[in-house]
Nanobody
């Protein structure tokens, strides 16, 4: 069984930067890709982007292009999400997920494992 644990969330001010981590543990971990999503109450889970595990190729949603950067350290089985110039509308619970099969998509249902989420709150 694979476990994903997010960390790094918290209360920040608008304009700050933040780096979230997603650490994977369990049996041999070798996903095809890992992704980041976020969700606010009453809304659907929003795709942020993904990174392919072997090549490190990234893809982002248009809505976050330019401020969000996904990276990974495969030796540590850890993925990161760096967010720059945080805005109040970035307030959400941020989730990481692992997709074990091709093709990787932006659809939450295609992901096989999920973390518990980490809250990011951005104040003015």
């Amino acid at each position: 069984q694979v476990q994903l644990i997010e960390s790094g969330g918290g209360l920040v001010q608008a304009g700050d930067s933040l780096r979230l981590s997603c650490a994977a543990s369990g049996r041999t971990f070798s996903p095809y890709a890992m992704g980041w999503f976020r969700q606010v109450p009453g809304k659907e889970r929003e795709f942020i982007g993904f990174i392919t595990w072997n090549k490190g190729s990234t893809f982002y949603a248009d809505s976050v292009m330019g401020r969000f950067t996904i990276s990974r350290d495969s030796a540590k089985n850890t993925m990161y999400l760096e967010i720059n110039n945080l805005k109040p509308e970035d307030t959400a619970v941020y989730y990481c997920a692992a997709d074990t099969t091709m093709p990787v998509t932006s659809q939450p249902d295609e992901y096989d494992y999920w973390g518990q989420g980490t809250q990011v709150t951005v104040s003015l």
